[in-house]
């Protein structure tokens, strides 16, 4: 296995990459993290439908002595693509070779990686959104009729030399599969479309990872836990270490839901997940500007954040969560952001309001500074 270079400039790495609550891997989560894969389908906890999915084309691949076909994973950070990816080879008793779009940047490079695999292996192709376009029409060719293409020489003189490629599995990785061209992803036989995990896969998460740890948990001490992991394997498992340290340092090592959310308050992950910025641009969207509408830079100016950083990194769980909504004339808070901050919303929009409210509703309510975002 070739080791994985990360690309720091990663998205998750730049701003706000810091945080604990952020989905994308730090050093101490890849370092942590081989131990708490799962190693085949039936230890991959939660994601049903792809996992029954996934099982039908390997044991199909299997039952035929076949390659399996290529394999497309899309969904948020940290909710398992690498570990499927490694799960697929394990299944298949096959060696696997990871690298990363990122990683490719001339068609040689890539050219040099397909030219040494051999037969069956599976090609982990990580973030394949940010391959570069030649390489990506390299792999369009490898992919389909597994043959390439080796450019020799320069200027006129270049000629082509088809190269053959073993039978292989391509088992590519976005966090963007909108952003994939439709020939790439065509090429694929499966998609499989990664969702947000329910609190209670999240709970048998963390029982697993404490079982590996070593930790002794509450089953409620789980459940706080993952109340706070914003649907995210990756985050549950980050929380869960945090919250052992504190466990081990203040207390006798065992973790008692009192404990985790004593220790993620250390931390400032509140009850819902929510982190100190977040929490910071729902309480300036609701005391400064009554609830919005606001415009994106008005609001991150106010948090003494970047727009970017306020955009990127902190809105999209708030808009997941239903805390915030993005409308034409700016960021608007809902009934629950209210409510999630323990504060009373001005009188004026009347009744009972729906959790997101309908556009129309949006313009009777008291117009903040002009918006721009
Ligand atoms: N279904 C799952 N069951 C158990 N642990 C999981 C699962 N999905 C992810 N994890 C944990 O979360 C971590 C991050 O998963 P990873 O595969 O690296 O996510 P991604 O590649 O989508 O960012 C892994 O180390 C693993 O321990
Ligand atoms: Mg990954």
């Known amino acids: 296995m070739t080791p994985y270079d990360p690309d720091p400039s990663a998205p998750g790495l730049g701003p706000g990459g810091d945080r604990l609550v ?36 390997l044991q199909a691949a299997r039952q035929r002595g ?5 394999v497309l994973l899309s969904g948020p950070p940290g909710l398992g693509k690498t570990t499927l990816s490694m799960i697929i080879a ?17 068609a040689g490079d890539l050219a040099a990686i397909l030219s040494s695999l051999t037969e069956g292996e599976v090609l982990f192709l990580d973030e394949i959104h940010r391959m570069s376009r030649p390489a990506e029409e390299m792999l369009y060719m490898a992919m389909e009729d597994f043959r390439v293409d080796v ?30 061209p439709p020939p790439l992803r065509d090429r694929f036989g499966f998609t499989g479309h990664m969702e947000f ?31 706070r992991s914003r649907g995210t394997p990756r985050i549950a498992n980050r929380l869960l270490r945090r919250v052992r340290d504190y466990a081990q340092v203040k207390h006798d090592g065992r973790i008692t839901p009192e404990i985790a959310a004593q220790a993620l308050d250390v931390y400032e992950v509140d009850g819902r997940g929510l982190d100190r910025l977040d929490r910071a641009v729902l309480d300036v969207l609701l005391r400064l500007f009554g609830g919005g509408p606001v415009g994106l830079s008005t609001l991150a100016v106010a948090v003494g954040e970047e727009s970017e950083t306020v955009e990127e990194v902190a809105e999209p769980f708030l808009v997941r969560e239903g805390l915030l909504a993005r409308t034409p004339r700016g960021r608007i808070a809902t009934a629950a952001a209210w409510q999630h901050l323990g504060l009373t919303p001005p009188a004026a929009p009347p009744g009972p ?10 313009f009777g309510l008291p117009g903040g500074p002009p918006a721009e975002g």
């Open 22 to 57: 952020t989905a994308a891997a730090d050093g101490e989560d890849r370092a942590v993290e081989a131990a708490l894969r799962p190693k085949d389908l039936a230890e991959f906890i939660g994601q049903e439908r792809v996992r029954e999915q996934l099982s039908l084309v």
């Open 66 to 70: 076949a390659t399996p076909d290529h």
């Open 90 to 106: 394990a299944e298949m008793n096959a060696p696997i070779r990871i690298t990363s779009g990122p990683a490719i940047q001339h």
């Open 151 to 180: 450019i020799v020489g320069k200027g006129p003189g270049a000629t082509a030399i088809p190269l053959e490629l073993p039978p292989f599995t391509l088992v590519g990785a976005t966090t963007r599969a909108g952003l994939l």
């Open 197 to 227: 995990y329910a609190p209670a896969e999240l709970e048998r998460v963390l029982h697993r990872s404490a079982r590996l740890l070593d930790l002794d948990i509450d089953p409620a001490g789980a459940a706080e836990i993952a109340g």
């Open 353 to 362: 309001r729906p959790p997101l409210p309908a556009q129309q509703d949006l």
